[in-house]
C-alpha cells in the first residue's frame, strides 16, 4: 500500500533528526543539555534522545514519528509491535486534533490494562501474528487491526479521520480517482468480523458505527469531520468526490449536497500554502484556479457552492452557522 513507504520515508528522516546525548556531549558538556531543552533549543523525545527543535517536523505527525523513531532506537526487542495512534502514524494516517502524550505499543504479557513509562503506553493486550507487520525494520501493527485499536480508543472524529484515511488507501485509485467499491466492502467486512468477536469490549459501539459510516473517498481529515457535522445536523448522507465534466473541463467537488441542492467544499489551508499540494503553482495561481473552477460549476449546474475550513468544524453549530448563511439546510 502507498502509504507504507511514504510514511517509512519520513521515519528516515525522522530517524536522521534524532540526536543522542552521546552525540551532544561531543559537541557542547553535557550539563548544557538541561539548559537547551529548558530554552527550548532541543525537545527530548524519549531517554537519551533528543532532536533540535527546528527539525521536529511541522505537523503533530512528524513530530511523534521522532518519537517513535527515538524509542525504537533503544529497543532491545521488537517483540512488542507499535500500536494504536503510533501504528497509525506509521502507516501515513492522520490524527487530527489528537496529539500522542506516549508512543504505543501492544504486549500481552500482563493484565490488559495500560501502562505508561518513560513515554511509552504499553497496551497489555495479545496481537496476533497475522496482525503484525514489519517494514524498514519497524515491527508494527496492520492496517486493519491498527484502525480497529484506534477506532475504540481515539475520540469519534479522531478516530472517524484514521478510518476514511485507511479505506482510502484500500479502495481509491489516486490516478483515476475512482472508488473501488468491491475493496471497500471487503474491508468493512473484515472489520465487522473483528468487530463481533469483541462484542462487549470496551469501545466497540464506536467502532462499529464507524466501519458503518467510514468513506475512503473522503480526502482530508477536514473532510471526514466534515462529514461527520454534516451527519449531526442532519443532512443526507453527501455525495462525495462528485465527479463534473463536460468536453473541455473535469472537476471533482467535495460534498454533493443533494436535498439543498447545493456543492460543497472543505477547503484546507494547505491547499494555498504547502508546495506538496500546490506544486509548482504559486498561491496566486491556486486561487485564481479555484476561482475558475468555481464559477463553471455553479454556471453548469446552476447551484451554489459554499466553502468551510477548519474554523467552521468547531462544532456542528458552527457548520451549521456557515451553511446556513447561503440558504443551505438539511430538509429533516
Same mark, same amino acid.
Given at each position: 500500500m502507498d502509504a507504507v513507504p511514504q510514511s517509512l520515508?519520513?521515519?528516515?528522516?525522522?530517524?536522521?533528526?534524532?540526536?543522542?546525548?552521546?552525540?551532544?556531549?561531543?559537541?557542547?558538556?553535557?550539563?548544557?543539555?538541561?539548559?537547551?531543552?529548558?530554552?527550548?533549543e532541543l525537545i527530548r523525545l524519549h531517554s537519551g534522545r533528543y532532536a533540535r527543535a527546528d527539525d521536529t517536523g511541522g505537523f503533530v505527525e512528524d513530530r511523534h514519528l521522532r518519537a517513535i523513531a527515538a524509542v525504537h532506537?533503544?529497543?532491545q526487542t521488537s517483540? %512488542?509491535?507499535?500500536?494504536?495512534?503510533?501504528? %497509525? $502514524?506509521?502507516?501515513?494516517?492522520?490524527l487530527f486534533r489528537y496529539i500522542?502524550?506516549?508512543?504505543? $505499543?501492544? /504486549?500481552?504479557?500482563? @493484565?490488559?490494562?495500560?501502562?505508561?513509562?518513560?513515554? $511509552?503506553?504499553?497496551?497489555?493486550i495479545s496481537v496476533t501474528d497475522d496482525d503484525i507487520v514489519v517494514i524498514g525494520g519497524i515491527t508494527f501493527t496492520s492496517l486493519e487491526r491498527t484502525v480497529f485499536d484506534v477506532s475504540r480508543s481515539l475520540?469519534?472524529?479522531? %478516530?472517524?479521520?484514521?478510518? /476514511?484515511?485507511?479505506?482510502?488507501?484500500?479502495?481509491? /485509485?489516486?490516478?483515476?480517482?475512482?472508488? @473501488?467499491?468491491?475493496?471497500?466492502s471487503a474491508w468493512a467486512a473484515g472489520m465487522d468480523e473483528r468487530i463481533i468477536r469483541a462484542r462487549g469490549g470496551r469501545g466497540i459501539r464506536q467502532a462499529r458505527w464507524i466501519n458503518a459510516f467510514a468513506d475512503g473517498r473522503a480526502q482530508l481529515p477536514g473532510e471526514s469531520v466534515s462529514r461527520l457535522l454534516l451527519h449531526d445536523l442532519g443532512f443526507a @448522507?453527501?455525495?462525495l468526490q462528485v465527479r463534473l465534466a463536460d468536453s473541455s473541463h473535469l472537476y471533482f467537488v467535495d460534498f454533493g449536497l443533494d436535498e439543498a441542492k447545493a456543492w460543497g467544499e472543505f477547503d484546507g489551508e494547505g491547499k494555498y500554502t504547502d508546495a506538496r499540494w500546490r506544486g509548482e503553482r504559486t498561491p496566486w495561481e491556486v486561487v485564481r484556479e479555484e476561482k475558475e473552477r468555481e464559477d463553471w460549476i455553479r454556471a453548469t449546474t446552476h447551484r451554489p457552492l459554499v466553502r468551510w475550513g477548519m474554523?467552521?468544524?468547531?462544532?456542528?453549530?458552527?457548520?451549521?452557522?456557515?451553511? %446556513?448563511?447561503?440558504?443551505?439546510?438539511?430538509?429533516?
Open positions: 520515508e519520513r521515519l528516515w528522516e525522522a530517524r536522521a533528526a534524532i540526536l543522542t546525548r552521546e552525540r551532544l556531549e561531543r559537541e557542547s558538556d553535557f550539563t548544557h543539555i538541561p539548559a537547551r531543552v529548558a530554552a527550548g532506537s533503544r529497543r517483540d %512488542a509491535p507499535f500500536s494504536h495512534a503510533s501504528a %497509525a $502514524v506509521l502507516w501515513g494516517l492522520p500522542p502524550d506516549a508512543v504505543h $505499543v501492544s /504486549d500481552s504479557r500482563h @493484565n490488559g490494562v495500560v501502562r505508561q513509562a518513560r513515554g $511509552v503506553a504499553r497496551h497489555e475520540p469519534l472524529a479522531g %478516530a472517524l479521520a484514521v478510518a /476514511d484515511a485507511a479505506l482510502r488507501l484500500v479502495a481509491w /485509485d489516486p490516478d483515476d480517482r475512482v472508488y @473501488n467499491e468491491g475493496a471497500a @448522507n453527501p455525495r474554523q467552521h468544524l468547531a462544532s456542528p453549530v458552527t457548520l451549521g452557522r456557515r451553511l %446556513a448563511a447561503f440558504g443551505i439546510r438539511p430538509s429533516r
